[in-house]
């Protein structure tokens, strides 16, 4: 299911993945991205590529889609988490509103058919 999910959220365009930590922090753009897995390893990007990503799969302990309400907006994400809670990585919806600062119905509605399809929390 974990695969599934990831290949769902990299075929929307625009999605920004996010691995963060004290020391640095990596964003990756969704668009023409491919992935795969071998044995506890899925790579996201072309390994040979300028930017991928490898997560182990086995310390992705639970998934949620959070909406969090910010100054201006909400914002959309998929949060992946290990077992301290903590934060591997994170799938946030860019593209979200218009010029005009008005919520964009298609983008939305793409956040809300993936939310419906695993559910706001996922547990391995």
Do not use: C
Not at 21 to 28: H, K, V
Not at 34 to 44: G, L, N
Not at 51 to 70: G, P, R
């Amino acid at each position: 299911m974990l695969l599934e999910l990831l290949s769902d959220l990299i075929k929307i365009n625009d999605i920004l993945l996010i691995i963060k930590n004290n020391g640095a922090t990596s964003e990756i753009r969704s668009n023409s991205l491919s992935i795969r897995q071998k044995d506890k390893w899925i790579t996201i990007g072309d390994n040979d590529g300028p930017a991928h990503m490898h997560l182990n799969s086995e310390l992705i302990k639970f998934v949620e889609f959070i909406q969090e309400q910010k100054p201006e907006k909400i914002s959309f994400s998929v949060r992946f988490f290990d077992e301290s809670s903590d934060r591997i990585i994170t799938a946030f919806f860019t593209k979200m509103y218009d010029d005009s600062k008005q919520l964009v119905v298609e983008r939305k509605k793409l956040y809300d058919q993936l939310n419906q399809k695993f559910t706001s929390k996922i547990n391995f």
